[in-house]
């Protein structure tokens, strides 16, 4: 089972566009080297668009993957030191959004069910909240 079988679920016309900031965390799904502002096409329903960092970049790479047919839209990323009970590998699935305002933007709950239930039993997932930042948080301090 895998990410193929979501749209399969969800039903005819579904396609997916998976926003990527950076190529290291292309590479979580993908051999293919993708540089910011490349799309590349996974299967028939799922593309890849590499958007570079920052929400400018996020917001043109979401624009250019709803322009090339997507319907749905995840954001996909790699992050340490979030969560002291999250190792390496782990999977956090945001419940909500929160914006630098305090906006909390609830997330497609039925899509999240759907994805853990494809995942492999082996991955460790995580339900949270994905708060927006404006600058790259490097420090665990900051982080928390």
Known sequence: MGFGEIPERIGCGVTIGIVVAMPEEVATLTQVKLNKGDLFRLNDAITLGCSGAGRVNAANAA???IENGASRLISW???AGLNPQCRPG???LAAYCQ???GDKLATDSVWRDLLKSVLPMSVNC???ILVEATDLIAESHAKA
């Open 126 to 128: 995580h339900e949270g």
């Open 63 to 65: 624009a250019k993957l």
């Open 90 to 92: 782990d999977l956090v």
């Open 99 to 101: 914006t630098m305002s």
């Open 77 to 79: 990323g790699c992050a």
